[in-house]
């Protein structure tokens, strides 16, 4: 059963630490998204990638956080400085772009927590 | 721009009632559809899409949609809710800036169903 993975599931950090947030695509899936949720904003898009390449992060503050895809098989999200309004459940995503409309499928999430 | 409106924020119904979450859309150009459900703690989860051809979409537990063009809906339903459907439920439209394709999926605020035994 394909999943997309993350981790950690759970981080706790002082203001002012380097976060980073690590995802697994499904195998074979060419594009991957990073999204934001909470209670306030509900679920924003930060970052979305196809076939590696960055095509829109307008959604991310561009000051302290970064999105990364290493490789086919490893997404980077990170957040130098962060800050307590960081707190939030941040997913990743991860779908087929092959001339049809296909569904993404999301990660467990990780929770951020910025004292 | 495409956008999508979940009017409510929840919805109330008693175990083996139907129930609807309801979902309207704004759209230029064709419009592909999704409904995704979020248990506590969990990621979202695809339940359905529409992209073209029946109305009526049947997806996963039970659910379907109604596509509906003339009224700009994609209403969710279930013939008899149980309690385990109690959950977060997002409709979602695929991203079509200045008439151009992409595969960004624009949510809607979300519905809390919350079903009673």
């Known amino acids: 059963d394909a999943r997309v993975t993350q981790t950690p599931r759970h981080k706790v950090t002082e203001m002012g630490q380097e976060v980073t947030m690590r995802c697994q695509p499904i195998?074979?899936?060419?594009?991957v998204f990073w999204y934001r949720q909470t209670m306030m904003q509900g679920l924003e898009l930060l970052a979305y990638f196809r076939n590696r390449a960055p095509l829109d992060d307008s959604g991310m503050p561009k000051d302290r956080f970064s999105a990364e895809m290493p490789d086919a098989t490893l997404a980077t999200l990170k957040i130098q400085p962060s800050e307590p309004r960081d707190s939030a459940v941040y997913f990743c995503a991860s779908g087929l772009a092959s001339g049809g409309v296909n569904e993404q499928y999301f990660g467990p999430g990780t929770r951020l927590t910025v004292t | 721009a495409q956008s999508v409106a979940q009017p409510e924020d929840q919805v109330n119904v008693a175990e083996g009632n139907p129930l609807t979450v309801k979902c309207t859309y704004s759209?230029?150009?064709?419009?592909?559809l999704f409904w995704y459900v979020q248990y506590p703690n969990r990621g979202l989860q695809f339940l359905l899409k529409y992209i073209t051809g029946d109305n009526l979409v049947k997806g996963s537990y039970g659910f379907e949609a109604e596509f509906n063009k003339s009224q700009t809906s994609f209403h969710l339903k279930k013939p008899s809710a149980l309690v385990s459907d109690s959950a977060l439920y997002f409709c979602?439209?695929?991203?079509?800036?200045?008439?151009?394709?992409?595969?960004?999926?624009?949510f809607g605020t979300g519905t809390l169903l919350a079903v009673q035994p």
């Open positions: 979602a439209v695929r991203d079509a800036p200045y008439g151009g394709a992409t595969n960004k999926l624009i």
């Open positions: 759209v230029s150009g064709n419009p592909y």
């Open positions: 195998l074979g899936h060419n594009t």
